[in-house]
């Protein structure tokens, strides 16, 4: 069973609706887009956690200054990453994905560090789809995005973002519709 850690922003906060919001309006942006299916807003933490490794999961704390900031839209290759939200690297998020590569993944202290530090990417994915971006569709995305961004309430003392949240542990295996989340492990604000 293929798990994943999963860092949303606060469930009855303005930011997780808008994010839900723009995930489920972005793939009305083009015909090419409307299979796009729809998940939760939120930020991968670690993926490829194993069953048995679950036992570690009271294990995790959610830091309680955690601050998420958005710092780009951007456009990829990945089904992934088709359209999604660049998240700063802080230090409370690496921090958080080294605990959760040390306790759900068996890693040391060092090859945790290595590992955050050579391949953790932290995004918030907007779109997943595997159809190729021009940029006509780029632009309407960009439209869409900017109309939602002028009435985003919800920032750190940063910028765009938000602060606390909540960790899921997701199974995600399977069409994307059939993910399911298993268990809330921590939540702050």
Known sequence: MALSLWLTPPPESPVYAQLSQLISE????????KLSPAFLPHITVVS?????STSHL??????HELAVSIESL??????FKKIYFNIERSHSLVELAKEARVKLKNM???EAER???????PHASLVYNNMVLNETIKEAVRHIVKENLENFRYTTSEGLGWNGGQLLLV????????????KTIASTR
């Not at 972005?26 to 887009?33: E, F, I, R, T, V």
């Not at 009271?58 to 830091?63: E, I, S």
């Open 115 to 121: 590992a955050v530090k050579m391949e953790y990417d």
């Open 171 to 182: 199974r995600t295996e399977g069409p994307v519709g059939q993910w399911k989340v298993l």
């Open 74 to 79: 951007s456009f990829g290759g990945a089904y």
């Open 48 to 52: 490829g956690i194993s069953q048995e």
């Open 108 to 110: 040391s202290e060092n």
């Open 26 to 33: 972005l793939p009305k942006a083009d015909p090419s887009l």
């Open 58 to 63: 009271t294990l995790l704390n959610l830091p």
